[in-house]
C-alpha cells in the first residue's frame, strides 16, 4: 500500500480509504462489515472514511468498534457533518451548535477521543461561512478534531473559505470529498488547480461510479440481482437504475485495456484516478473482503501515457458512438 500527504499538511493516508456509505450499519451485516475492514487493515488501509448520518449512526459505531482492536495511531478516521440527525430546526447544517453537538456524538459512537478528519458533508447557504470556520477551528483548537474538510463544496465555495481562514487566522481547510471517476470528471477545470494551488487534499468518492466501472452491468442484459442499480433503496445515483447505454458501452471498450495492463476493471479505474498527484486519496466501498483486497490492488500502479491516452479515446463520444446508440 502506498500513501500520500493530504495536501500540504503532514498526515499522510493510504490511496485506497475504506468507506461505510450504504454499507456498514445497513446494508452489509455487521460480521461481514468487521471482516472488510479487518482485511482492509491488514493490507495496509489506514484510512476509514464514514458518517454521522450514514445508517443513523450505525456506521459510525461498527467501524469504531472494529477499529478499536488496533492502537490509535496507526489508523486515521474521517466523518461528517451536515445531514439531519434529528426532527429539531436545529438538528441539521452547519451552525455552530450542530457541529459542536454532533462532534461530541460522533466522538461517542466512534469511542474515540478525537477525531483525524471532520468534514463539512455539504455546503450550508443559510449560515454564515466564517461561523462554520470558526467552528471547526474551536475544534480543532480543543483537541477534538486534527483536521477539517468539506464534500462537494465548488470553487467558488473553496475559495472563499481559504481566503477566509487565512485572513482570519483560522486552522486552513485541509481536504475536499468530490465525486470522480472515469465516467464523472467534472473537478477537473477548477477544482482540481485550485485545491493543487490552495494545498487541499482531494479524497474523491464514487471512483467506480456506483459499480458502472467494474464491468458487471452489460448492454441490453438485465440488471444483475443484488446489484445497486437494481436496489431501488441504494440506485438513486444511478438514475434509478436506468443504465444510460452509451456509458455501458464505454465501460465494456475499456475492458479490454484493462486485460492487458493485467489490472481488473476497477483496478484500472482507481488507478486512472489515482494518476491525478492532487488526490490523496480514493474512496472505495466493500461488501466483501475479496473486494477489498482487489481494489487495494490498484494502489502504486502507474498506467503509461500510451494507457492514458487510449482511455481517453474511449471516453470521448463520437459521432459513430452516438449513432450506435440511436440504433
Not at 41 to 59: K, P, R
Amino acid at each position: 500500500m502506498e500513501y500520500r500527504h493530504l495536501g500540504k499538511h503532514g498526515l499522510r493516508v493510504s490511496e485506497i480509504c475504506l468507506g461505510s456509505w450504504l454499507t456498514y450499519g445497513g446494508a452489509t451485516a455487521a460480521d461481514t462489515a468487521r471482516s472488510c475492514i479487518e482485511q482492509a487493515y491488514s493490507l495496509g488501509i489506514n484510512f476509514f472514511d464514514t458518517a454521522n448520518v450514514y445508517a443513523a449512526g450505525e456506521a459510525e459505531k461498527i467501524v469504531g468498534q472494529v477499529l478499536q482492536q488496533y492502537p490509535r495511531e496507526s489508523y486515521v478516521i474521517a466523518t461528517k457533518v451536515y445531514f439531519p440527525m434529528g426532527k429539531g430546526p436545529n438538528d441539521r447544517g452547519l451552525s455552530r451548535k450542530h457541529i459542536l453537538e454532533q462532534c461530541d456524538a460522533s466522538l461517542k459512537r466512534l469511542g474515540l477521543d478525537y477525531i483525524d478528519l471532520y468534514q463539512a458533508h455539504r455546503y450550508d447557504p443559510t449560515v454564515p461561512l466564517a461561523e462554520t470556520l470558526m467552528a471547526f477551528d474551536f475544534l480543532v483548537k480543543q483537541g477534538k478534531i486534527l483536521y477539517y474538510g468539506v464534500s462537494e463544496w465548488s470553487a467558488g465555495q473553496l475559495a472563499h473559505a481559504s481566503d477566509l481562514a487565512r485572513l482570519a487566522n483560522l486552522a486552513p481547510l485541509a481536504s475536499n470529498q468530490p465525486r470522480y471517476n472515469l465516467l464523472d470528471r467534472a473537478i477537473e477545470p477548477e477544482i482540481l488547480p485550485l485545491c493543487q494551488r490552495e494545498g487541499i487534499g482531494i479524497i474523491n468518492y464514487s471512483p467506480l461510479a456506483q459499480g458502472l466501472l467494474t464491468g458487471k452491468y452489460k448492454p441490453g442484459q438485465p440488471l444483475p440481482d443484488g446489484s445497486r442499480a437494481s436496489d431501488p433503496k441504494q440506485n438513486m445515483f444511478l438514475n434509478n437504475g436506468n443504465l444510460e447505454r452509451e456509458q455501458l458501452l464505454k465501460v465494456q471498450r475499456l475492458l479490454p485495456i484493462a486485460e492487458q495492463e493485467g489490472l481488473s476493471l476497477s483496478q484500472l479505474a482507481l488507478a486512472w484516478c489515482l494518476r491525478q498527484r492532487e488526490l490523496s486519496s480514493t474512496i472505495i466501498g466493500a461488501s466483501q473482503p475479496l473486494q477489498v483486497r482487489e481494489n487495494a490492488g490498484a494502489s502504486g500502479v502507474e498506467l503509461s501515457a500510451t494507457t492514458l491516452q487510449r482511455i481517453n479515446e474511449i471516453l470521448e463520444t463520437t459521432a459513430s458512438d452516438r449513432a450506435t446508440v440511436r440504433a
